[in-house]
T-cell receptor, first 113, second 112 residues
Framework: NAGVTQTPKFQVLKTGQSMTLQCAQD?????MSWYRQDPGMGLRLIHY???????DQGEVPNGYNVSRSTTEDFPLRLLSAAPSQTSVYFC????????????FGDGTRLSIL | TQLLEQSPQFLSIQEGENLTVYCNSS?????LQWYRQEPGEGPVLLVT?????EVKKLKRLTFQFGDARKDSSLHITAAQPGDTGLYLC????????????FGKGTKLTVNP
């Protein structure tokens, strides 16, 4: 019973490099989202998707792109990494029917040098 | 912008003590959720409260939703080291029921 799977678990990048954080869920959830978690800042929404082919911006979308070609996958792309993007990134999914639990992955710890 | 303020930010207590953490807002929320996050893991849902004045119990944890649906509290009775973690409250934004705004969390440490 995998739930939400995020890869990689750890990554170190140099400023200006690009990379994709992977997120996959096997619960057939319509709603998926990406958050970043920084010390003292809580969880902040980056991008979200209410279904395949539909994405929208959250609170802190600058510097990140997403796509949702399938129900299962919701990758997050950093186009040109900056030190300010050093953070722990969490992907979450839910059934999208209101008051449903968000199921989180275990996170990707990303450092930008 | 809907904001959720959590207090205290940090709490360190001895095993067996009782504690209460708070989640407050100036906005009305249709529901609030409480999550617990352990180091190296993602948050896990503890409870969802929906009705103003609602009280829910989960073993030694008691959750209350304010009558005006602007605040919530989490009370832990006889805390144990296994209760250690980051407690987060979250509520749906006006933009969508699944689009959540999170508080900054209360980091609880229960010492044996």
């Amino acid at each position: 019973n995998a739930g939400v799977t995020q890869t990689p678990k750890f990554q170190v990048l140099k400023t200006g490099q690009s990379m994709t954080l992977q997120c996959a869920q096997d619960m057939n959830h319509e709603y998926m989202s990406w958050y970043r978690q920084d010390p003292g800042m809580g969880l902040r929404l980056i991008h979200y998707s209410v279904g395949a082919g539909i994405t929208d911006q959250g609170e802190v979308p600058n510097g990140y792109n997403v796509s949702r070609s399938t129900t299962e996958d919701f990758p997050l792309r950093l186009l040109s990494a900056a030190p300010s993007q050093t953070s722990v990134y969490f992907c979450a999914s839910s059934r999208g029917e209101g008051n449903q639990p968000q199921h989180f992955g275990d996170g990707t710890r990303l450092s930008i040098l | 912008t809907q904001l959720l303020e959590q207090s205290p930010q940090f709490l360190s207590i001895q095993e067996g003590e009782n504690l209460t953490v708070y989640c407050n807002s100036s906005s009305v929320f249709s529901s609030l959720q409480w999550y617990r996050q352990e180091p190296g893991e993602g948050p896990v849902l503890l409870v969802t409260v929906v009705t103003g004045g609602e009280v829910k119990k989960l073993k030694r944890l008691t959750f209350q939703f304010g009558d005006a649906r602007k605040d919530s509290s989490l009370h832990i009775t006889a805390a144990q080291p296994g209760d250690t973690g980051l407690y987060l409250c979250a509520g749906p934004t006006q933009g969508g029921s699944e689009k959540l705004v999170f508080g900054k969390g209360t980091k609880l440490t229960v010492n044996p």
